[in-house]
């Protein structure tokens, strides 16, 4: 009996040690996507409210701010923030900042950060995430960012190129880990772009959420103006049927809805 007892003793202990082992190795599940939109299509994209209300979604809006906000946009942008969206900041006068930065840290913030950011304030809003213009920076104007407490810095990610009509290459999205975010507190990441001339196709951006759900990372993406036809005059921006296929695709993998900022403080909350 000494014996049998002693046995079961034994199961049970080791039944709990796998248990506890199981527990202590298993992955919250944080799988999702970061959709992110820069510029200053504000009505644009307020009238995308019903389409994220419809996939419970939420995203961020980077704000290129070179002048005070009108009354009806800072309306619209804090009926957005209060939907779950979140509100960056995409420069002052949108400009290449590693000239800017060129002529002194000092010029660079009071030319680029500075005036936006009060404008931006004075409407309320207190921006943590910061979309470069142009995808132009460097490690001094990242440190400058950073010191000035942003929490994420989002730079541009492209899958294919073309110089003077030559394709340079073609990259799927699936094998591009820098836009995916690993939830390792990383602050300087990259999102793809989706506008119409990046020439993404609804199977390759179907394969990356799929990609994010197999990784248990996040998808990050961005575009410009909400469109819902070709470019033309001048135009940049998605196409607005490709964003419903996005936010659809993401809703049935399951995937979470993230904003920038949220990704980092999602990390955070892991350790």
């Given at each position: 009996?000494?014996?049998?007892?002693?046995?079961?003793?034994?199961?049970?202990?080791?039944?709990?040690?796998?248990?506890?082992?199981?527990?202590?190795?298993?992955?919250?599940?944080?799988?999702?996507?970061?959709?992110?939109?820069?510029?200053?299509?504000?009505?644009?994209?307020?009238?995308?409210?019903?389409?994220?209300?419809?996939?419970?979604?939420?995203?961020?809006?980077?704000?290129?701010?070179?002048?005070?906000?009108?009354?009806?946009?800072?309306a619209k942008l804090k009926q957005l923030q209060a939907d779950g969206h979140e509100i960056?900041?995409?420069?002052?006068?949108?400009?290449?900042?590693?000239?800017?930065?060129?002529?002194?840290?000092?010029?660079?913030?009071?030319?680029?950060?500075?005036?936006?950011?009060?404008?931006?304030?004075?409407?309320?809003?207190?921006?943590?995430?910061?979309?470069?213009?142009?995808?132009?920076?460097?490690?001094?104007?990242?440190?400058?960012?950073?010191?000035?407490?942003?929490?994420?810095?989002?730079?541009?990610?492209?899958?294919?190129r073309v110089f003077r009509g030559i394709p340079l290459y073609t990259l799927a999205p699936?094998?591009?880990?820098?836009?995916?975010?690993?939830?390792?507190?990383?602050?300087?990441?990259?999102?793809?772009?989706?506008?119409?001339?990046?020439?993404?196709?609804?199977?390759?951006?179907?394969?990356?959420?799929?990609?994010?759900?197999?990784?248990?990372?996040?998808?990050?993406?961005?575009?410009?103006?909400?469109?819902?036809?070709?470019?033309?005059?001048?135009?940049?921006?998605?196409?607005?049927?490709?964003?419903?296929?996005?936010?659809?695709?993401?809703?049935a993998q399951n995937l979470k809805f993230y904003t920038m900022t949220e990704l980092v403080?999602?990390?955070?909350?892991?350790?």
């Amino acid at each position: 009996m000494r014996i049998i007892r002693s046995a079961n003793v034994l199961v049970l202990i080791l039944l709990s040690l796998t248990f506890s082992c199981q527990q202590k190795n298993k992955t919250p599940e944080k799988a999702g996507i970061a959709i992110s939109f820069d510029d200053h299509f504000i009505d644009q994209w307020y009238a995308l409210r019903p389409l994220f209300q419809k996939y419970d979604a939420k995203v961020t809006f980077f704000i290129t701010c070179g002048d005070s906000l009108k009354k009806d946009e800072i309306a619209k942008l804090k009926q957005l923030q209060a939907d779950g969206h979140e509100i960056g900041f995409h420069g002052t006068i949108h400009g290449k900042s590693t000239e800017l930065i060129a002529h002194g840290v000092d010029k660079y913030v009071e030319t680029e950060l500075s005036p936006g950011m009060k404008w931006m304030a004075e409407a309320g809003f207190n921006p943590t995430s910061y979309a470069h213009p142009g995808g132009n920076h460097n490690a001094q104007v990242d440190s400058v960012l950073l010191a000035s407490g942003f929490k994420i810095l989002r730079d541009v990610a492209i899958s294919r190129r073309v110089f003077r009509g030559i394709p340079l290459y073609t990259l799927a999205p699936r094998i591009m880990n820098w836009i995916y975010y690993k939830f390792d507190q990383e602050s300087i990441v990259d999102a793809l772009l989706i506008d119409q001339d990046s020439e993404i196709t609804e199977s390759e951006i179907k394969d990356a959420i799929a990609k994010a759900k197999e990784s248990n990372t996040a998808l990050m993406v961005f575009g410009h103006e909400p469109l819902y036809a070709k470019p033309v005059n001048g135009e940049y921006g998605f196409n607005v049927s490709f964003l419903e296929t996005t936010l659809k695709e993401a809703r049935a993998q399951n995937l979470k809805f993230y904003t920038m900022t949220e990704l980092v403080e999602a990390g955070t909350s892991a350790k």
